[in-house]
């Protein structure tokens, strides 16, 4: 739906939402119960680009936790569905993970169904589950009109937050000034609560944004993009440790993967010159795993006691067609820096997805953390609504209560992940304070008794 709201005389919304990508549309389709239900009737949401962009490599992987929170936003249309029912058909899901540290000999193979699912998760192309978000909202909105007539959702494309300041009544909200990108003209919008997920650096009047941010500079930089492979990966994710920065195989689709090659400063500046120093130290990481350990994680059901004959014949087929990559999309590189905030809030004001915190890439965690960042906002969202549902309160009497709750729910969450995702990305290299001997003695460890497994497997999954 889109809007001019140049001609209106400074609106006022219950929420604006600043920032239109996979965390901000997420989040406006986690309102639905509030909207449906009139407690939250006008909405804002503002998006800088047009149309989601697709960048080669940028596919994110979804725990059960993330999957769990499309499941449960149910459309009641004829026949009904879930969003994760939508989203279904781009996925590929993780039934194995591959782990393996470049100066451990062995390598620790998970399987979804020894720790009692069904999947580790899934994966997106990020630009596609921001377009397939987008394509879904008349659908979702059409339900919210029919069950809150006073509801509006306003969605403004290509037009970017400059700044934001207190209104003049004492917790009366904030005053955007809202910028075509485009035109470059400006117009104004009140709001009682105003969203960031992302952009905040470049938003006026945020004074105490920067005073808030703790950063850590890992000195990785990393190389992203799609590869097709001489063999299907099918549904096994890998993870490779190497003293100069980890290395991690998605699977995109039955023949593609998306790669994520993080390493130092310098071989990162070569192969920019070069690309196939990337695809060249890739392919040497899946010649290290071996053929024999990659056939055992993505066909679990082979079992290591074969007969003679039978293993002389897989002996054969692995000499003949090994895994390789065979061709490879244009690569992106980017500087890996971590950083999250230490208050979530200020008046009136929200901080989520890449405005809260921004991860290394190591355990694939950082949109998993935006969406546990909306669920904690929508529990201290619900958790208020109801307590004043007999006072009647009005949501914007409630706004910054909401807001304590949240930081409260949140931010430990935050520094857990930031701090173990942190551990991952160190001291599996060449500048762990401890040098080889605590990843070998974690890998010696996780495979000699599974039962340990558990301790890295929860976390990730987003069920501790």
């Given at each position: 739906?889109?809007?001019?709201?140049?001609?209106?005389?400074?609106?006022?919304?219950?929420?604006?939402?600043?920032?239109?990508?996979?965390?901000?549309?997420?989040?406006?389709?986690?309102?639905?119960?509030?909207?449906?239900?009139?407690?939250?009737n006008k909405v804002m949401l503002i998006e800088k680009e047009e149309c989601a962009a697709h960048i080669p490599g940028r596919s994110i992987a979804l725990n059960l936790n993330t999957l769990s929170y499309f499941?449960?936003?149910?459309?009641?249309?004829?026949?009904?569905?879930?969003?994760?029912?939508?989203?279904?058909?781009?996925?590929?899901?993780?039934?194995?993970?591959?782990?393996?540290?470049?100066?451990?000999?062995?390598?620790?193979?998970?399987?979804?169904?020894?720790?009692?699912?069904?999947?580790?998760?899934?994966?997106?192309?990020?630009?596609?589950?921001?377009?397939?978000?987008?394509?879904?909202?008349?659908?979702?909105?059409?339900?919210?009109?029919?069950?809150?007539?006073?509801?509006?959702?306003?969605?403004?494309?290509?037009?970017?937050?400059?700044?934001?300041?207190?209104?003049?009544?004492?917790?009366?909200?904030?005053?955007?000034?809202?910028?075509?990108?485009?035109?470059?003209?400006?117009?104004?919008?009140?709001?009682?609560?105003?969203?960031?997920?992302?952009?905040?650096?470049?938003?006026?009047?945020?004074?105490?944004?920067?005073?808030?941010?703790?950063?850590?500079?890992?000195?990785?930089?990393?190389?992203?993009?799609?590869?097709?492979?001489?063999?299907?990966?099918?549904?096994?994710?890998?993870?490779?440790?190497?003293?100069?920065?980890?290395?991690?195989?998605?699977?995109?689709?039955?023949?593609?993967?998306?790669?994520?090659?993080?390493?130092?400063?310098?071989?990162?500046?070569?192969?920019?010159?070069?690309?196939?120093?990337?695809?060249?130290?890739?392919?040497?990481?899946?010649?290290?795993?071996?053929?024999?350990?990659?056939?055992?994680?993505?066909?679990?059901?082979?079992?290591?006691?074969?007969?003679?004959?039978?293993?002389?014949?897989?002996?054969?087929?692995?000499?003949?067609?090994?895994?390789?990559?065979?061709?490879?999309?244009?690569?992106?590189?980017?500087?890996?820096?971590?950083?999250?905030?230490?208050?979530?809030?200020?008046?009136?004001?929200?901080?989520?997805?890449?405005?809260?915190?921004?991860?290394?890439?190591v355990s694939g965690q950082g949109f998993n953390l935006a969406i546990l960042g909306v669920q904690n906002f929508l529990t201290a969202v619900k958790q208020h609504l109801q307590a004043n549902d007999n006072a009647k309160t009005d949501f914007a009497n409630l706004v910054n209560p909401i807001l304590l709750t949240y930081q409260h729910l949140h931010l430990p969450v935050t520094e857990k992940?930031?701090?173990?995702?942190?551990?991952?990305?160190?001291?599996?290299?060449?500048?762990?304070?401890?040098?080889?001997?605590?990843?070998?003695?974690?890998?010696?460890?996780?495979?000699?008794?599974?039962?340990?497994?558990?301790?890295?497997?929860?976390?990730?999954?987003?069920?501790?």
């Amino acid at each position: 739906m889109e809007i001019n709201v140049q001609a209106q005389q400074t609106p006022h919304y219950d929420v604006v939402i600043v920032g239109g990508g996979a965390t901000g549309l997420s989040l406006l389709y986690g309102l639905q119960t509030a909207l449906s239900q009139g407690k939250i009737n006008k909405v804002m949401l503002i998006e800088k680009e047009e149309c989601a962009a697709h960048i080669p490599g940028r596919s994110i992987a979804l725990n059960l936790n993330t999957l769990s929170y499309f499941a449960n936003i149910k459309l009641n249309t004829k026949p009904a569905f879930n969003l994760l029912e939508y989203l279904a058909p781009h996925l590929q899901i993780i039934k194995n993970i591959l782990v393996k540290n470049q100066t451990w000999q062995q390598s620790l193979i998970l399987e979804a169904k020894q720790h009692q699912v069904d999947q580790f998760g899934a994966v997106i192309d990020l630009g596609t589950l921001q377009q397939e978000l987008e394509q879904l909202l008349p659908t979702y909105l059409a339900q919210l009109q029919l069950e809150n007539p006073q509801v509006t959702v306003d969605l403004v494309k290509q037009a970017q937050v400059v700044s934001c300041v207190d209104q003049q009544e004492l917790g009366a909200g904030k005053v955007l000034t809202v910028q075509d990108v485009n035109t470059k003209q400006e117009y104004t919008i009140g709001c009682s609560l105003a969203i960031i997920a992302n952009g905040a650096k470049y938003i006026q009047g945020l004074n105490n944004y920067q005073h808030f941010i703790q950063v850590v500079e890992h000195q990785q930089w990393g190389a992203i993009a799609d590869v097709t492979l001489s063999q299907p990966f099918n549904n096994l994710a890998i993870e490779f440790f190497t003293p100069h920065g980890p290395v991690a195989f998605l699977p995109k689709n039955n023949q593609q993967a998306v790669i994520v090659w993080c390493n130092r400063e310098n071989e990162i500046k070569q192969a920019q010159q070069d690309p196939r120093k990337v695809i060249a130290s890739l392919n040497q990481v899946l010649s290290n795993i071996g053929q024999n350990t990659l056939n055992t994680a993505i066909n679990p059901q082979v079992q290591a006691t074969k007969s003679l004959e039978a293993l002389a014949h897989q002996v054969a087929q692995e000499t003949t067609y090994p895994y390789t990559i065979q061709a490879y999309s244009d690569l992106a590189y980017f500087k890996l820096n971590a950083q999250y905030l230490k208050q979530l809030y200020a008046p009136n004001l929200a901080y989520l997805g890449n405005a809260a915190h921004t991860l290394h890439p190591v355990s694939g965690q950082g949109f998993n953390l935006a969406i546990l960042g909306v669920q904690n906002f929508l529990t201290a969202v619900k958790q208020h609504l109801q307590a004043n549902d007999n006072a009647k309160t009005d949501f914007a009497n409630l706004v910054n209560p909401i807001l304590l709750t949240y930081q409260h729910l949140h931010l430990p969450v935050t520094e857990k992940v930031f701090k173990r995702t942190n551990l991952l990305a160190n001291e599996f290299t060449d500048t762990a304070i401890y040098g080889k001997i605590l990843p070998n003695l974690g890998m010696f460890h996780l495979i000699a008794y599974p039962f340990l497994q558990d301790l890295i497997v929860k976390p990730s999954l987003g069920l501790s």
